[in-house]
């Protein structure tokens, strides 16, 4: 955990505001070498709240929901609803170069905090609003969760089998999407200020960045006029699907070499018509997609699962098996790649492992610079080392709820 | 006018199929100028002029270089030393193969910027897989946990590990030409698609190293804290429509309390096993189908609009005609913006999900055809005269 070569961002600023729905926008810097600093209200973040917990004890210290998203970030209590918060919060503004909140439409000007007032306290500073619907239009107020969000943002409906109910998105999608798009539109603004040395607000909406995920279905739309249907476990592309082996799933492609894949097929017997030249064609396949993966499920009905993905993938046919999210934990790729990684947690006097970075910086590698913090772990050094806050004045906020 | 964010940033675009368009599609938005490096003949993927494939490429230029020619490989090589960014989406043989890895584009121009996202990664015993989005979902646990109640897998009718693949892409390249500003270095980042989906499935990754938790698939129960009712529920049909649903998240108590007054305070909302949200999750069957009843009675438009008032989490399940002519939200905040087109109709596209104060990105013309742009990006980026860039063509080394 020691700092060698600093990440990519050493040297950026970043002020995090956001609660549970938006806190992996500021852990993206974070992992790139950025300092972010989780601002939570003196009884910690509504994420500390959120389980699974650490031997299922509930604990504000104990959420892995919280210790996901906030990896590598340092914490700060403050009341920003007192006055000497703000203050405080307007003091840190002047030397922070990215401000991300996810607060209600209209929250940060209630508490004096507004775009209006933090530019003008530090005209660089690049503020990122992430709200369910953006901080405009007839829904502006509204509120959501991910599910509702993958409900109106076109994702759940073109999930799951069309005679049956629509299938929820794994892994909050809607939050996840919205975080990404947040940290891209931060490095845009950061990259814009490099020419006019001026900061920028983003209005970030949930909504339009889970619609952005699902882009074929307003493709669908625009090109076809028509509403993607759910289609069970075949991609929208047709070339995709789900196919059942003697223990287990496996995902069938029939975008690989099509004459080797028929050849294998044919030499267990199974090719039914599919060895016809038609076939050849990808636009042929797409178009016979359901029988042509009919005839696949039969082929592949009698195989271990394991056996067919490593034949497969020695002839380069793109198949994958349908996997627990356990089996990454034994994933030969990943641990040569080393990703994940052990995250030392010295107060508990154990180490976990965590996933680590999606990819290799050559020139300023990813690592882990702290674990998550504990509640207003960092309050106490960061007013003193960054504002100079005097102990005796330190003590005072404490001892009146700011901090 | 103001200048785009990303004016004076070039890309040189190697990308196919959707993770890697995504990424530099995202850049081109903002200013960016991003020239896609094409094969005469790419694999056929739809209409370029609209749809996927127009949403994919729009904002860019095509040139088609031959890059099994020698005299291709110079012009690439050529192009590179005047980009700021080459990124590509191939295992870690092709690039190398053409002399178009890091490592030989640094002699060209030792600040680059290269940024390839292949499936696996470019090193580990599984580097060579064959991937696409869906089975990359596969491997990671996505398909298996998206499933019905009786373990048949159900979901995935889109490739998620194609966005989060686009998304890190263009994060990555962002990071590093904010580092190249303050640093003076270039580098090269191997983006894994495969770690980019696995790193965003959330806290359960925790709950299985740290508390060893064989993973459900969780269907609709809440994943950000308990919630009941929390789920999709039937309603009345539209204009013959029978699919239609309603999206409810309720958590709190006072939430509860507004939530049962917002439906005419029924009878069975008062009975003691719904007086708890710990009772409701107990019993949450029953109060789905309790809640489904009030839901069959209205339209997913009308239940949505009575919920919200109330302060209660509640959405339309959208389908693509919701989602592009009937969402009053997207239509007011302009997401769907026109492009227009040199022959024919104007023509939507998806969106940008944010905006800037200052200037935002925005959509500068739909997407090119393979080659389209051979005249701009060999005539102006590269200086090469009429009689030079017909003899290109002539020997073979470039496509018009």
Not at chain 1, 21 to 45: F, H, N, S, T
Not at chain 1, 283 to 298: K, N, S, T
Not at chain 2, 191 to 216: K, T
Request: hydrophobic share 40%; aromatic share 8%; charged share 20%.
């Amino acid at each position: 955990m020691t700092a060698a070569v600093p990440g990519a961002l050493a040297g950026l600023r970043v002020l995090d505001l956001t609660g549970h729905r938006a806190q992996l926008c500021a852990r993206l810097l974070a992992d790139m070498g950025a300092d972010v600093i989780k601002i939570e209200p003196p009884a910690g973040d509504d994420a500390r709240r959120i389980g699974p917990f650490l031997d299922d004890l509930p604990h504000r210290d104990r959420s892995l929901f919280f210790w996901f998203y906030n990896l590598n970030k340092r914490s700060l209590t403050l009341d920003l609803k007192h006055s000497r918060g703000a203050d405080i919060f307007l003091q840190l503004v002047r030397s922070a170069d990215v401000v991300i909140e996810s607060f209600a439409p209209g929250t940060l000007d209630q508490l004096g905090l507004g775009w209006e007032v933090l530019h003008r306290e530090n005209p660089a500073l690049v503020l990122c609003s992430i709200a369910p619907f953006g901080q405009t239009g007839p829904y502006r107020d509204y509120i959501a969760d991910d599910t509702v969000l993958t409900a109106l943002g076109g994702m759940l409906y073109v999930n799951g089998f069309p005679d049956r109910a629509p299938v929820r998105p794994l892994g909050l999608q809607a939050y996840h999407s919205s975080a990404y798009f947040g940290a891209i539109a931060i490095m845009i603004a950061l990259l814009a200020r490099d020419n006019s040395a001026e900061g920028q607000w983003i209005d970030l909406s949930m909504q339009e960045a889970t619609a952005a995920a699902v882009e074929h279905v307003a493709a669908g739309y625009f090109e076809r006029h028509e509403a993607e249907p759910r289609r069970g476990t075949l991609h929208w592309s047709r070339f995709f699907r789900v196919g059942k082996c003697r223990d287990g799933y496996i995902m069938h492609c029939t975008l690989g070499d099509w004459t080797s894949l028929i050849e294998w097929v044919k030499s267990d017997g199974k090719a039914a018509d599919l060895d016809a030249p038609d076939y050849q064609q990808p636009m042929y396949r797409y178009l016979m997609a359901e029988h042509v993966f009919e005839v696949l499920d039969q082929w592949v009905k009698d195989y271990p699962r394991d056996d067919l993905l490593e034949r497969a993938q020695l002839l380069r046919q793109p198949y994958a098996t349908v996997r627990p999210p356990e089996a990454l934990f034994d994933d030969a790729q990943l641990a040569d790649r080393g990703f994940f990684v052990e995250v030392e947690h010295p107060e508990l006097g154990r180490k976990f492992r965590y996933p680590g970075a999606p990819y290799v910086f050559n020139g300023t590698p990813w690592r882990v610079t702290r674990r998550p913090p504990l509640v207003g772990e960092h309050t106490g050094e960061i007013l003193r080392d960054d504002l100079a806050v005097a102990p005796e004045a330190l003590a005072t906020l404490y001892a009146e709820g700011v901090i | 006018m103001a200048a785009m964010p990303l004016e004076g940033v070039r890309i040189l675009d190697f990308t196919w199929v959707v993770a890697g368009p995504v990424a530099t599609r995202i850049l081109a938005d903002h200013g960016a100028q991003v020239v896609k490096v094409e094969r005469k003949d790419p694999p056929p993927m739809g209409n370029r002029k609209l749809g996927l494939q127009c949403d994919l490429h729009r904002g860019k230029l095509s040139v088609a270089l031959n890059m099994q020619h020698p005299r291709g490989v110079e012009l690439a090589r050529r192009l590179a030393a005047g980009s700021d960014v080459v990124m590509d989406n191939f295992s870690a043989r092709v690039m190398r193969s053409w002399g178009m890895d890091y490592q030989s584009l640094v002699a060209v121009k030792p600040d680059i910027i290269c940024i390839s996202m292949s499936g696996l990664g470019h090193t580990g015993p599984n580097s060579s897989y064959v991937s696409y989005g869906p089975t990359l979902q596969a491997l990671t646990g996505y398909t298996q946990l998206m499933a019905e109640a009786d373990g048949t897998p159900a979901g995935y009718g889109y490739s998620y590990a194609d966005m989060c693949g686009g998304y890190t892409g263009a994060l990555a390249a962002l990071v590093a030409l904010w580092n190249r500003r303050r640093t003076g270095r270039g580098q090269f980042v191997d983006l894994s698609q495969f770690e980019a989906v696995a790193a965003v499935i959330g806290p359960a990754l925790l709950d299985i190293s740290v508390n060893q938790r064989q993973q459900q698939a969780p269907g609709y129960n809440s994943q950000e804290g308990p919630a009941a009712p929390h789920g999709v529920y039937k309603c009345r049909a539209l204009d013959g429509d029978n699919d239609r649903w309603v999206a409810i998240g309720v958590r709190t108590g006072p939430e509860w309390r507004r939530f049962v007054t917002a439906i005419g305070s029924p009878e069975w909302a008062s009975d003691q096993k719904f007086r708890t949200l710990y009772l409701r999750m107990q019993n949450s069957a029953e109060l789905d189908a309790n809640v489904s009843q009030w839901t069959a009675t209205r339209s997913a438009e009308d239940a949505m609009a009575t919920l919200q008032r109330a302060g209660i989490a509640a959405g339309v399940v959208e389908n693509g005609i919701d989602l592009c002519e009937r969402d009053p939200q997207l239509k007011e905040r302009g997401f769907w913006p026109t492009v227009s087109t040199a022959k024919g109709p104007p023509t939507n596209v998806t969106g940008i999900p944010f905006k800037l104060s200052g200037v935002s990105g925005n959509v500068r013309s739909i997407a090119p055809e393979v080659g389209e742009d051979f005249d701009y990006v060999l005539g102006e980026l590269l200086g090469l005269g009429k009689k030079e860039r017909d003899e290109l063509v002539a020997e073979g080394a470039v496509w018009t």
